[in-house]
């Protein structure tokens, strides 16, 4: 323990003394672990006109769900704590989990950058603590780690895609135009929307690769209206991870047709002009507390807390491996203010959630889409099922 | 409160005493209020169930009851936060509490001056006294209180947490919250059996209704939904009432546009009626030959003959109806 700092900084909610209880209520604690200098905090490059929402630590949305459970605590004469765990910059992460879980934490949140998640993954034996991703959307956390202690309370990228391409499906706009950007990201966003059109019966009748630029003798790769006056087609699908293309196309397309995907409709596990379920309340508590809107992030810290709460109060789960197994029980209806109650995949210890499709300033749906149906949960038809993984339900 | 305000409510409270001490209306005027909470409007319907008025109110009216004497509707206004009275007869607005941090619904003590509030935003619920205007009490709940129900003997209080799924107990003497009941998901609303030995409350996200018993407070059993054609996660019941025998159940079941019929005694369902779109409001006239239900996604009201159970009518109102009440 002597190449890391602790930083810890504990917010417990206490019981309210307005209640006599006969016993002190026990302790659950949740551990937030983070990096110092985590460059996906760094402010975001501003150099090229492109309007970027920096990355907010979404260690607010865990300390709204903290609030949010303290009476569920005081019912269940449970006190829920929330300790914050930095890394040190150059620090060890697999070395900070061990000595996190010497501590014996009822559930650990990872704000980390990916290869960290995995790292801390191998660090735990599987069953015996539930290490929650809030932030890491992308499918291989989901395809290799399955089995593992990792639990994922953000959707994975083929979740949105999927969600856009049911859409579009019960839309009819089945023909689809895709865009691709340079970035290896553009790739495989592009790669998992096909493979979400196909799975829901949509038609990419034409790809075409775009770069940024104004270079004339690159104009059928710049040139929106020369990429969009060709084929035959209902929607366009955009994949640029960098924006600075993609926010062009919208009105600059030559046929009149929506655009989704990086730009016009987008999927997201969050929104904050969400108005059904409930959902107005959360983004109001939130931005009243920490004075942005809530981000997806923000939302899979604040879900992953309650569902925790719930699994201390409906199971009397109070150590890791009992929270753990709770979780994966199926006996704890996790509710989301989606609409759906949610539950942990068996295969892949991802939740089982709606994902919202919004413009910047409404959510227009929310998937899965009616009419989409699943043998088990119509939650299902988004993201990886069991069939499109190796993962066997443990 | 500023001092303002506090002026503002102690004045106009001395005019209110009058105002809640009036003579009881002789006889009910027939019309159905309904409250609209995303056009902010009073809906008001005649004894043929036609729209002859849209009153303008405060901003988002939800929850509504009758003063005693029947000569005042109380609205609670969320976006505002404001307790607003209207006048039944002459329909204009008489009073507003102010500073009544994102009142939801609430329930009033049978002494006629205690208002039982929730405040959705602040996870507490308080205790609004509509003579003097002070807010005389605040209990602590979870995240977004919604149901409130007091006991008919004015000595319990139950409210409801959406959000933490708990229901809580408050001691009226005492003015304590004593205990707090872990429920199923997004418990909403309340009705208490005539001889108040059972609580029934709706529990929206499990599509049921959990039965408590009042002398113990635990959960002695439950009413799941489950109309034909509709899957689970659609089943989400909200407002629940009962007929005065105690003998029959009515339940709004959210976005499976019915409302369920249940058999009391026997905790079985009996009937699911198809009505508007996501019902939440449910009300009886006192004959009980009448249930007005509103549908918070189609913006309008189903009427429902209880006999044949079948809707007799629709009727359009405001935009996402809420609350139903009726001068009678």
């Known amino acids: ?394 | 409160m500023n001092i303002i305000s506090k002026h503002f409510v102690y004045g106009l409270s001395c005019l209110l005493v009058g105002l809640l001490t009036e003579a009881p209306a002789q006889a009910g005027s027939g019309l159905v209020f309904v409250s609209n909470e995303r056009s902010s409007q009073l809906t008001v319907l005649d004894q043929s169930d036609t729209v002859i008025k849209q009153i303008k109110t405060c901003a988002r009216p939800r929850g509504m009851r009758f003063t005693p004497d029947h000569s005042k509707i109380v609205v609670a206004c969320g976006s505002d936060n404001t307790i607003a009275l209207y006048d039944v007869a002459t329909q204009k607005l008489v009073k507003r509490f102010r500073d009544i941090p994102d009142p939801e619904t609430f329930d009033l003590h049978p002494n006629g001056k205690d208002l039982y509030v929730s405040n959705e935003d602040d996870s507490e619920a308080t205790l609004l006294d509509l003579e003097t205007g002070q807010v005389k009490g605040h209990f602590p709940t979870g995240p977004e209180p919604e149901g409130v129900l007091v006991t008919p003997d004015g000595k319990t209080v139950f409210v409801a947490s959406e959000a933490a799924n708990l229901v809580h107990v408050i001691d009226v003497e005492t003015q304590k919250v004593i205990k707090d009941i872990i429920t199923a998901t997004r418990p909403r609303r309340f009705a208490l059996t005539p001889d108040g030995k059972e609580l029934w409350v709706s529990c929206e996200m499990s599509g049921l209704v959990e039965i408590i018993d009042t002398a113990t407070l635990t959960e002695t059993g439950r009413v799941d939904f489950q109309p034909k054609g509709m899957r689970k996660e659609e089943v989400t019941p909200v407002d629940i009432t009962m007929t005065a025998s105690g003998k029959t159940l009515y339940a709004a079941l959210g976005r499976a546009n019915h409302v369920a019929v249940v058999d009391v005694a026997k905790r079985t369902v009996l009937d699911y009626i198809l009505v508007g779109k996501r019902p939440w409001g449910l009300r009886l006239t006192k004959d009980e030959k009448k249930l007005y239900v509103a549908n918070g996604l189609s913006d309008d009201l189903s009427i429902i003959d209880t006999a044949s159970g079948k809707v007799l009518k629709s009727v359009p109102v405001g935009i996402v109806p809420y609350g139903i009440l009726i001068d009678e």
């Open chain 1, 1 to 394: 323990m002597n190449k890391f700092w602790l930083a810890l900084l504990v917010c417990g909610i206490s019981a309210s003394s307005a209640l006599a209880q006969s016993e002190p209520p026990r302790d659950m604690r949740m551990v937030y672990i983070d990096r110092a200098e985590d460059p996906f905090y760094d402010p975001p490059a501003q150099t090229d006109g492109v309007i970027r929402v920096e990355n907010r630590p979404p260690i607010a949305g865990a300390e709204l769900g903290l609030k949010d459970v303290a009476a569920l605590g005081r019912a269940a004469q449970v006190h829920f704590v929330l300790e914050h765990h930095t890394v040190a910059a150059d620090g060890d992460v697999a070395a900070d989990i061990t000595a996190v879980m010497a501590t014996s934490p009822a559930l650990v949140l990872l704000d980390l950058p990916h290869d960290d998640i995995v790292s801390a993954v191998k660090a735990v034996p599987s069953g015996s603590l539930a290490l929650v991703n809030i932030r890491d959307t992308s499918d291989d956390l989901r395809r290799n780690l399955c089995g593992t202690a990792l639990f994922h309370t953000i959707p994975s990228q083929s979740a949105y895609s999927d969600a856009l391409a049911q859409m579009i499906v019960r839309k009819n706009w089945k023909r689809v135009l895709t865009l691709i950007g340079p970035e290896p990201e553009d790739q495989e966003l592009a790669k998992l929307f096909a493979a979400s059109a196909k799975k829901f019966g949509a038609k990419i009748v034409d790809t075409k690769p775009f770069i940024a630029g104004n270079d004339p003798r690159k104009r059928e790769e710049n040139s929106t209206a020369l990429m969009t006056g060709e084929s035959e087609y209902d929607v366009i699908y955009v994949a640029d991870s960098t924006g600075d293309f993609g926010r062009f196309v919208e009105f600059r397309q030559v046929k009149p047709r929506p655009v989704i995907g990086s730009e016009g409709l987008e999927a997201s596990a969050w929104h904050r002009a969400a108005e059904r379920y409930g959902a107005p309340q959360v983004n109001h508590r939130f931005e009243r507390d920490a004075g942005r809107a809530m981000s997806d992030m923000d939302w899979s810290a604040w879900v992953a807390v309650k569902a925790a709460a719930e699994a201390v109060a409906r199971n009397k789960a109070m150590t890791g491996a009992a929270v753990s197994a709770a979780l994966l029980s199926g006996t704890i209806e996790i509710e989301m203010t989606k609409g759906i109650p949610g539950s942990f995949r068996a295969w892949d210890h991802q939740l089982r959630q709606p994902i919202m499709l919004h413009t910047a300033d409404a959510v227009i749906a929310m998937a899965p889409i009616e009419g989409f149906l699943h043998e088990n949960s119509v939650l299902d038809t988004l993201g990886l099922s069991d069939r499109d993984t190796n993962c066997k339900a443990k």
